[in-house]
Each structure stands twice: as C-alpha cells, then as structure tokens.
C-alpha cells in the first residue's frame, strides 16, 4: 500500500528491460556484433513502446480510488451516505434549524448569516458526501474525491461549531470547570466531547482520503475519462460569473432594503436555469471555437475537444439539454410576472448575448463587443431580471452594488482574451485584448479589478452601507492577481484564478452587506468577512 501507481508501473517497464537486455546478449554470442546490434535496437525500441502502454494501463487499473466490487462501494457508502441522509433532514427542518441552533451559535451575528451558513452546511455537506461516493467509477474519481472532501471539510468544520462547541449559543467551555475525563464532569460534556472527537476523525480519514487523491493525480499519465470530461465541458469553475450577482442581489434586497424573497424553492430554480444558459453558451463557445480552427492542442485553453474528452456530438446534446432547461425556467417567469415587458426583453437579451458571444454570423467576442456583452449579460440585465422575478421591480441600490461584481466578471472573460491574443489574431477576431495591444491590456485589466472595489466603497458610501467595506478583504487577492497576470508560466490558468476571486468578492460584499446594512462598521462582522475570505482562498485551490 506504500506503493504509488507509478512506482508499480514501473514494474512491467523494469522487467521489459531486462528481458531485452538477456535477448539482446543471447543474440550477440550467437549472431555477431553487427546484427545482435540491429536486433538489440529493434527489440529495445518494441519494449519501450510496449511498456509505454503498459503503464498508462496500469495506472489505469491499479488507482486505489477505483472501486473493483460492491465491498468497495458500500465501503464508501457507508462512510459518507450518513451525511448524505443528515443534510436531506437538515433541508427539510431549515427554519426550525435556523433557530433553535445555528441562530443562537453565531450570534450575534444576524438571522440571515445564520442562513447563510446553514446553506453552507447543506450544500457543501450533500454534494461532497455524493462527490466522494462517485470517485470510484472511474479515474475521474479523483477529482470527485479531491472536490468532494474539500466540501465535506468545510462542512465538519462549521458544523462542528454550530451544533457542539457552541450549541445553542453556550460555548463548551462554560458548561463546567471540570475537564471530560473528571467524573464531575457534566453528561452534556462528556456528550459534545464524544461528538466533537468523533469529527476530529472524520477531518482526520477525510484529509487522508484527499491527500491520497492528489499522490495518485500527480502521478497519473492515464487519459481523463467521459466524466471528467463531462465536468471539463461545463467549466464549472466559470459558474462564479453567475452565482457571485446573484449573491449580492439576494443580500442588498433582503438586508439593505428589508424586502422579503419569495422562497428558498423559487431562489435556487432562478440560479440554477441561469447557470443553465451559462452552461450552453459555455459549450457553444467551445464547439465553434473548435471547428473554426481557434482552440488548437497547442493553445486551447478549454481543452475539451482538442484533447477529445467528449466528441462533438456530446457537446451539442448537452448544450441542447442546458438550453431547454433554461427556456422552461424563462417560461415560468413570463407567466409568473404576468408577462411583465422587462422579464420578456431582458431574458431575451441575455439569451442572445450568451449565444451570440461566439455563435452567428458576427459573433460579438470577434468584432470587439465581448467585454461590454457579458458586462450587460452578467451585471445590469441579470440582475434587474432577477429582481423582478423575485420582488417585482428593479431597485437602483440592486444595480449599483452588482456593477463591481460585473467588473469581476469582465475581468474573468480578459484574462482569457489576453492569454488568446495570437491564437485569437490569427483568426482575424478581434477581440478587446488584440484591439488594445499587450500592455494597454494589463492596464485595462488592473482598471477592472481595482475599479470594483472603488465601485463598491462608492456604492456603500452612497447608500450609507458599510459593509462595502468588507470588499477590501480581498484587495489582496486582486493585487496579486494583477502580478500573476504579468508572469506567463501562470497565465494559462489566469482566467479560473480570476473566476475564483470574483466569487471571493460577491461573497465578501454579500456577507458584508448582510451583517452591516447600516453606517456603522462593526469589527465583528469585518472580522468575520476577512475570515470567511481566508477559507475560500484555501479551499479555492
């Protein structure tokens, strides 16, 4: 078990040179130096290739991660399909949740961080448990268990202070003074102590679990399969773009302006079809860009179908799928608003700006009106449909403290068209990087972010909002992304480092919003925004 995959693809290798070696000796003493030489070369050539196949096929087959059996399975299902069962019954008790527990642990902190933080544990602790059950369908797997343990570590942590070392807002250490093993000890203590030991283990297998993950992708040669392409395909480390507004919006409506949401069902419908049009614009841009000869195995940075993870005709059944799940959302919301005019126009728009990016006959990205598309895609049009579909109007705070989010997400789209600038220009495109130049575009990309967090202390300060100021815990972030941008052994990766970092920003404006609505700062709650922005950081990578 000490054994890597590496080191035992080695094994077939190590003796294929051996064998070639003893024939190679064999055919010297009985056939001269001249043709045991051209044998000797032949033979050695065959074996490299032979065992070059060899590897890649056990490192395929012997990934610790695969299951090979139901024992296996069911290994992993009883560990984490527990935690699968306890968040269905966290959903369905919510509001009961909310307050008799999470409520009374992080306050004083508003309700509405309460809800924030148990959508957390819901989220995070369902989809890493299901995550972590899927990793041994195949080499995949160890994405799925390298994402899926990360989630379920965020998820023991918080619900390790939520629900024992501050249960009900009596932190652990003032149940008694006596220490858990002292008989004198309180049974509540001795009950959260059991409970918060149990979850020190589970940090302790789940941590294990990932870091064998990680050896096992660091050491794999073996092609990415049909699912990781899949989840390559959608690019959901793009789905930032379309979560971070809506984050911003739902805080600035409930906490700014006091207005209730319809409902939770309602809300994630809402965020989920727009991530559905995401999604096919997403794959459109891939599949044109593909047969128009612009991502090429040398300088894609999508490496979906250059690199074959899914054929063609995959990509356009799953862009077909996306489309029609949003236009049936877009549906509803028409007769939901009473065919409202701006839910009509404004739907349609962001429609045909997402498609039309790179799809048609003059698709906007090539003719210099990508940047100023997705800015409306992303910023104005999303949210002023989103508000009416939730709250019935457009509120003017709404738009301006999601116009720094939209300058996030732009800055998201340069970062790929800077890196794109000469596979772009060969094409013809004309894209805002090329029509800028090399350097006025790092400028332009520096104004991006920096201006998002000017737009938003502009917008708090405006509307009497401090937590605006919960935006600078991640200047630092943003100044280090205008370096890397600089550094062209990281620019490849320059736009999902961009897309992780506008998602720190929404929620850093969001919670700062949600926790300090009014004028007057609180430490805590900036506190709290700078540390909650120090765990995405971590878990971002």
């Known amino acids: 078990l000490t054994l ?67 024992k296996d399975f069911l290994a992993r299902l009883s560990f984490v399909g ?33 809800v924030c933080l148990h959508l957390v544990h819901i989220i995070f602790g369902l989809f890493g448990a299901a995550f972590v059950i899927i990793s041994g369908f195949d080499s995949a797997g160890r994405t799925a268990m390298t994402k899926g343990t990360s989630m379920m570590l965020v998820f023991m942590s918080t619900i390790t202070w939520t629900w024992w070392v501050n249960r009900q807002g009596i932190p652990y250490w003032d149940l008694d003074p006596y220490p858990f093993w002292d008989m004198r000890c309180s049974a509540e203590k001795r009950n959260r102590t059991v409970h918060i030991l149990k979850n020190v283990a589970i940090v302790g297998a789940l941590t294990m679990m990932q870091q064998m993950a990680k050896y096992e992708m660091a050491a794999s040669t073996a092609k990415p399969t049909f699912l990781e392409g899949l989840v390559t395909a959608l690019r959901p480390w793009s789905f930032s773009a379309t979560i971070a507004p809506q984050l911003v919006l739902l805080a600035v409506l409930r906490r700014l302006l006091g207005i209730s949401l319809p409902g939770y069902a309602a809300t994630f419908m809402l965020v989920l079809s727009i ?28 490496r979906t179908l250059v690199d074959g993870l899914v054929t063609p005709t995959v990509l356009k059944v799953l862009a077909m799928f996306c489309t029609v799940w949003w236009f049936a959302f877009y549906a509803w919301s028409v ?34 009106l990508g940047d100023l598309a997705v800015f409306i895609s992303f910023g104005p049009g999303v949210v002023a449909y989103s508000s009416i579909v939730l709250v019935g109007a457009v509120h003017w705070e709404a738009l301006a403290f999601t116009v720094p989010v939209g300058l996030f997400v732009v800055a998201t789209l340069h970062a790929n068209n800077y890196r794109d600038i000469e596979s772009d220009s060969s094409t013809g495109a004309r894209t805002v990087a090329i029509l800028l130049g090399p350097k006025a575009s790092l400028r332009y990309y520096d104004l991006l972010l920096l201006g998002a967090h000017a737009a938003a202390l502009a917008s708090g300060y405006y509307y009497g909002c401090s937590g605006a100021l919960a935006s600078l815990a991640v200047l630092p972030q943003s100044l280090w992304l205008c370096m890397r941008i600089r550094r062209r052994a990281t620019l490849r990766t320059q736009d999902e480092e961009t897309a992780k970092s506008t998602m720190m920003f929404a929620v850093a404006l969001g919670l700062g919003i949600v926790i300090m609505p009014g004028a007057e700062p609180s430490r805590l709650g900036l506190a709290v925004c700078v540390l909650v922005v120090a765990v995405l950081k971590v878990f971002a990578n």
């Open 82 to 114: 527990i935690f699968v069962t306890e968040n269905i019954l966290h959903a369905i008790n919510f509001e009961f949740e909310i307050d008799a527990m999470v409520a009374p642990a992080v306050a004083p902190l508003p309700r509405e961080a309460a």
């Open 335 to 368: 007769v939901a608003t009473g065919f409202h005019h701006m839910v009509l126009g404004l739907a349609a728009l962001g429609t045909f700006l997402a498609i039309g990016y790179t799809a048609g006959p003059a698709p906007l990205k090539y003719i210099g």
């Open 4 to 70: 890597s995959s590496a080191d035992i693809a080695l094994v077939p290798a190590c003796c294929g040179s051996v064998r070639a070696a003893f024939s190679a000796m064999r055919r010297r003493k009985e056939g001269g130096d001249a043709d045991g030489q051209c044998d000797h070369s032949a033979e050695k050539t065959q074996a490299v290739v032979q065992n070059g196949h060899a590897s890649e096929h056990c490192d395929e087959a012997l990934s610790l991660l695969k299951a090979r059996g139901c």
């Open 275 to 302: 991530i559905a049009i995401q999604c096919a614009a997403n794959l459109v841009n891939s599949y044109v860009d593909f047969r128009r000869g612009i991502d090429t195995k040398d300088n894609a940075g999508d």
